[in-house]
């Protein structure tokens, strides 16, 4: 294992190479979605002043943890953060601004929902410097979209990345798929269109059926029919690599597709092992402080960490992480990204005799500097992996 004084300053390497992100959770959306795992709130009403205040306070506050910094991506999650007024943008982008310098090409992405978009609001987010939106469309079949509680239709979906389009030269969307009675059939051709719509990204999910979602109380109470088997699963996975790469659009990730050069800077920032700070409601973050790289948690609950900030701050938790827990990190994010992890990153930890055996087998590859899943491994990722590091 490293020493200390080795470790501190390979961590301190490692931010300033992989980027420095800002991460802003917006917990709140117009219904909650009965697949949605995320933390996520309905509300009758949203106090904008309180919260653009509260979130720009919080800003300031990890800027003094920080010290200077120049940030490489921001990213507005949720929730839906475009339900957010453009001065509460504004007044987190101000923040951000104050207490840290912007990269020349640094990316602001906003998640937005097709209910949510409006031509007026999406030019002030525009001015105000974000430069990418990431839509949840989730699926282009309207029957879909209400089974999956979807507040808009296929029309609206359609018109809504047309106003995007407009003010940005970045807009991505979601899809989600392997949803109830979807044959491989319709996939394709769902597929297909959103490919022709697509400007350079697409987040393509396969639909997972989480605890303590209303879809995870259906299926066992035996209300949720239709679901693919696991073979379908697999073959909709399979066809989704096939037609994304033929379409110049390959998986850069498990579940992200882009053109080359139009990858997420903020996901890879995550996937990579560079630092982000974590702000709003259930926000978590990883930050290098004096050479000790800690994990962080917000309050989940909007009301708890509102409180929580006015107090002072509204992380929760903070927990060191030792060259282990480091380690098993960029084991289980870096293994994700077709360019795979460093292998410097992981040395600690692998158990080279399974390494061999997985290279051997075609489920992994290796050069002299770097690991990762091949095509035949990606779909078996988490098994992988365990089988990766030493237990």
């Known amino acids: 294992m490293r020493s200390a004084n080795s470790l501190q300053d390979a961590l301190t390497e490692l931010w300033q190479d992989r980027g420095f992100g800002l991460y802003i959770h917006w917990p709140f959306c117009a219904a909650k979605c009965p697949y949605c795992d995320f933390n996520s709130h309905v509300r009758a009403e949203i106090d904008q002043t309180l919260w653009a205040k509260a979130l720009a306070k919080e ?3 990890t800027g ?8 490489s991506s921001i990213f507005f999650g949720g929730g839906t953060p475009s339900l957010m007024e453009p ?22 992405t906003l998640e937005a929902n097709p209910t949510s978009v409006d031509a ?24 879909d979209l209400k089974r999956l509680g979807r507040l808009h239709s296929v029309d609206e979906a359609r018109a809504a990345f047309a106003v995007a389009r407009e003010f940005f030269d970045r807009v991505s969307f979601d899809l989600i798929y392997a949803r109830q009675n979807q044959s491989l059939d319709d996939w394709r051709a769902e597929l ?30 035996g209300l949720l029919k239709g679901l693919p088997s696991d073979d379908l699963g697999a073959d909709m996975y399979e066809l989704t690599q096939a037609l994304c790469e033929n379409d110049g659009m390959p998986a850069y ?37 004096s050479g000790q790289r800690i994990a962080t948690r917000c309050w989940k609950q909007p009301e708890a960490w509102i409180k929580a900030v006015d107090s002072g701050s509204g992380i929760k938790d903070i927990e ?8 098993d990190e960029r084991m289980i994010m870096g ?9 410097d990153d992981v040395t600690d930890i692998l158990d080279w005799t399974r390494v061999a055996e997985l290279k051997s087998d075609g489920y992994i590859w290796q050069t002299e500097d770097r690991l990762g899943a091949t095509a035949k491994g990606r779909p078996l990722l988490n098994h992988i992996i365990s089988q990766c590091a030493r237990a």
């Open 59 to 61: 800003i300031r506050r």
């Open 64 to 71: 003094q943890d920080t010290g200077p910094r120049v940030l």
């Open 87 to 108: 001065a509460t943008v504004q007044a987190v982008l101000e923040a951000a601004r104050e207490v840290w310098s912007f990269a020349n090409d640094i990316e602001i």
């Open 120 to 143: 007026h609001r999406f030019e002030d987010y525009a001015r105000l410097g974000v430069n990418r939106v990431s839509m949840g469309v989730q699926a282009l079949n309207d029957t």
């Open 192 to 221: 297909s269109e959103a490919l022709n719509l697509a400007i350079d990204h697409l987040s393509l999910y396969q639909l997972t059926i989480e605890e303590g979602t209303t879809f995870w109380d259906r299926a066992a109470r």
């Open 253 to 289: 990730e498990v579940s992200n597709h882009a053109r080359p050069g139009a990858e997420s800077k903020h996901n890879l920032l995550y996937w990579c092992g560079g630092d982000y700070a974590g702000v709003g409601p259930g926000a978590h973050g990883r930050l290098t402080l």
């Open 320 to 327: 060191p992480l030792n060259a282990q827990d480091i380690a």
């Open 335 to 343: 293994m994700r990204i077709a360019e795979g992890l460093l292998i």
